[in-house]
């Protein structure tokens, strides 16, 4: 049972380069969710998907964009990187939005 | 948007006591739910609660849905080591986005 995977795991980039992270779950879930965890501040929203073919800007969308490929697949991508954007980083599905959220396990990405 | 106050912050205790954590908001939620996280994984859910007054158990681990709706806690009985983790408190209104408290870091001591 894979649930929700995402890559990669970790990543270092420097400031300005770009990059995507992907996230695919296997539940046939309708909802994605792409988070950012910070110390003292929980998972903060940036962008979510309601169902396939719909995204939404969460609490925090300033420098990403994300695209749902398939009901499977919802990407994260970083255009120019921030050293503001060093963060863990979370996909989430669910039945359909509002619903208990299942998660990857994170990608820890580092901007220098 | 809804801003939800988790507290205590971190919490140091001997293995077998008792642990209580809460979250409180000023808005009222449809759903609170609780989650566990483990070092270097992403958060599992522990209990949710749909309904004003609900108290819920899951093992040693029980959570009440507050009267008024703005608030929830979670009490965790005779602690042993692999409680260990980020306890996130999450409220939710219908069809609305989750919002997380910012966690309880919980220490066992064996």
């Known amino acids: 049972n894979a649930g929700v995977t995402q890559t990669p795991k970790f990543q270092v980039l420097k400031t300005g380069q770009s990059m995507t992270l992907q996230c695919a779950q296997d539940?046939?879930?309708?909802?994605m969710y792409w988070y950012r965890q910070d110390p003292g501040m929980g998972l903060r929203l940036i962008y979510y998907?309601?169902?396939?073919?719909?995204?939404d800007k969460g609490e925090v969308p300033n420098g990403y964009n994300v695209s749902r490929l398939n009901k499977r697949e919802f990407s994260l991508r970083l255009e120019s990187a921030a050293p503001s954007q060093t963060s863990v980083y979370f996909c989430?599905?669910?039945?359909?939005?509002?619903?208990?959220?299942?998660f990857g396990s994170g990608t820890q990405l580092s901007v220098l | 948007g809804q801003q939800l106050n988790q507290s205590p912050q971190s919490m140091f205790i001997q293995e077998g006591e008792d642990v209580s954590m809460n979250c409180t908001s000023s808005?009222?939620?449809?759903?609170w739910l609780w989650y566990k996280q483990d070092p270097g994984e992403g958060p599992v859910l522990l209990i949710a609660?749909?309904?004003?007054?609900e108290l819920t158990s899951n093992g040693r681990l029980t959570a009440q849905f507050g009267i008024t709706r703005k608030d929830s806690f979670l009490n965790i009985s005779a602690s042993i080591p692999s409680d260990v983790g980020i306890y996130f408190c999450?409220?939710?209104?219908?069809?609305?986005?989750?919002?997380f408290g910012a966690g309880t870091r919980l220490t066992v001591k064996p």
């Open positions: 989430a599905s669910s039945v359909i939005l509002g619903e208990k959220l299942f």
């Open positions: 539940m046939n879930h309708n909802s």
């Open positions: 998907s309601a169902s396939e073919g719909t995204t």
């Open positions: 808005s009222i939620f449809n759903t």
């Open positions: 609660l749909y309904k004003a007054g």
């Open positions: 999450a409220g939710q209104l219908l069809g609305n986005d989750m919002r």
